[in-house]
């Protein structure tokens, strides 16, 4: 089976960027993130149908500002310059960029000058749509062979195209839903300028990952970090498809988990069919995390101890060469800023958290997608809705949401106030309508009053966001009856908490987890 067309985006460090990688693939055409510098000869191998240049905060003039080498516009492949990446495209080849007196952020009317390829279907010219900029440097002077395509009241060429060769260029950012034609100029640029088809979707993706799991894995056997969520199960459901018998799947009770959550997990993944290990490590992680307040210290010393936990399971079983993770784009994103010169967020166990060396190789078959694209794949293998539609939980699970140290009396009253919050959400049906609900034991105390006594208890915050990949969300406008259910049964049955608040914060920029 071919690998399928493909679009290859530079990352210059936009915040952005995997927004651009996400509506392409909407499209249903397959794209990777790739860092600015990635060698010529590299993405020439990759054999892309098209290379868009993202966005980023940089100006052309900076002192180590990111650059492509000009052999990039030499490939013969269509490229998009998106902001920054259109400033880049016209300094490469011969234009100047200069600082802007009126810069440009925010909403703002563009003016399309020109019927071309990349504005085809959104005339009569000229016609003026809303657009979103951000920006603090402008073209001055286009580059030899190039010509304006669209303008905005203060800035003159908001669009570019080379006249003879497939360049193109927006000041502008189409992949932000601000820009209310931005999925026609990535669509124009993808099928009218590139020539894709729209032939990739998880169908797809599961007969290629299920070819080249085989295809690395052989005759090896490979064990699986399976928490029960579907991230994990879903990979451990697609290298069971490969290797089957191969596969042995490892679910490390850690401690850190819900109410009854080992127990829930082991009865649905029988169900599943899986080859599954059950090891019970409470008191070794909670014995490692005594003492420890701070969240990067948490997450590392639970990513070393699963690796150690999971070499040591793999020597019981024999030869094992390979551990596979259900590791998923935004993870690998907020951890490393391996695809660009994006900011590091925060280690995720299973991405930054990783001990620098380790046995085992690593098997992330989920690494490029996100999590509505993860549960495409569920729905594709014929995995049970209630399992596709869990909420989020994450790796380092309740240490990360015991804000402060972490200690089995914390642990006890977080598991029933989520308990409770995760019971009201489903009785009310806003658990499938909203992207994640969880409650968080915060480190502070409170007066209280209780049966006319005076009480000093615990807070809990109570956290429910709207998403569709975890890398935007807004907090969810819930009705104040269920809050208000929520709020009463957590003050009224969970013993030392007498104080509860709802978390409006949006992400950015705070993230969904609280630490």
């Known amino acids: 089976m071919s690998s399928p067309e493909k679009i290859v985006i530079l990352d210059f460090g936009s915040q952005t960027t995997q927004l651009i990688a996400r509506r392409v693939r909407e499209l249903h055409v397959y794209s990777e993130i790739h860092p600015f510098n990635v060698p010529v000869e590299e993405i020439k191998a990759m054999s892309p149908k ?253 990513g070393n101890e699963f690796i150690q936990i999971f070499e040591e399971e793999a020597g019981k079983i024999g030869e094992v060469k390979y551990l596979a993770q259900g590791t998923l784009y935004p993870d690998v994103i907020e951890s490393v800023s391996f695809k660009g010169p994006s900011a590091t967020i925060k280690s995720h166990h299973n991405v930054g958290g990783l001990p620098e060396v380790m046995k085992l190789e690593l098997i992330e078959p989920l690494r490029e997608l996100f999590k509505d694209e993860v549960r495409e794949v569920g729905e594709e293998l014929g995995m049970p809705e209630d399992l596709i539609w869990r909420h989020p939980f994450p790796g380092p699970g309740l240490a990360i949401r015991v804000l402060g140290e972490v200690t089995p009396e914390r642990l006890a009253i977080l598991r029933e106030a989520d308990a409770i919050v995760l019971e009201e959400m489903k009785a009310s049906g806003w658990y499938r309508k909203v992207w994640q609900s969880f409650a968080v034991l915060l480190p502070i105390r409170t007066v209280g009053v209780m049966g006319d006594e005076r009480t000093y208890d615990h807070v809990v915050a109570f956290r429910c966001v709207d998403s569709v990949d975890a890398m935007t969300a807004d907090w969810t406008n819930l009705p104040y009856d269920l809050l208000g259910r929520i709020s009463n049964r957590i003050i009224n049955e969970v013993r030392g908490v007498n104080r509860v608040c709802y978390d409006i914060s949006s992400k950015p920029p705070a993230t969904i987890e609280w630490e």
């Open 50 to 302: 098209g290379i868009i240049l993202s966005g980023g905060p940089s100006s052309v003039y900076d002192e180590g500002a990111p650059r492509v080498g000009p052999a990039v516009f030499e490939l013969g492949v269509p490229v998009l310059g998106i902001c920054y990446g259109m400033q880049l495209t016209t300094h490469l080849m011969g234009g100047r960029v200069e600082r802007s007196d009126h810069r440009e952020y925010g909403h703002a009317r563009l003016s399309i000058l020109e019927d071309d390829h990349i504005f085809h279907g959104l005339a009569p010219v000229p016609a003026t749509h809303q657009v979103w900029m951000s920006h603090g440097d402008r073209i001055e002077e286009l580059p030899p062979g190039f010509k304006a395509t669209a303008e905005s009241p203060t800035c003159p060429v908001a669009a570019m195209r080379h006249e003879e060769r497939p360049i193109y260029g927006v000041q502008f950012h189409p992949e932000v839903v601000h820009t209310e034609i931005g999925n026609d100029i990535l669509s124009n640029f993808v099928f009218r300028i590139c020539g894709c088809t729209s032939s990739w979707d998880m169908h797809s993706f599961v007969e290629t990952v299920t070819r080249e799991i085989k295809e690395r894995v052989g005759r090896d056997r490979v064990i699986c970090a399976l928490s029960g969520g579907v991230d994990s199960t879903v990979t451990a459901l697609l290298i069971n498809r490969a290797i089957g018998k191969q596969l042995t799947c490892i679910f490390v009770n850690n401690g850190l988990l819900r109410k009854n959550e080992a127990e829930t997990v082991l009865s649905f993944l029988k169900e599943l069919d899986l080859n599954v290990h059950y090891v019970d490590a409470s008191e070794r992680f909670l014995s490692k995390l005594k003492g420890v307040e701070d969240p990067e210290k948490k997450r590392k010393i639970i």
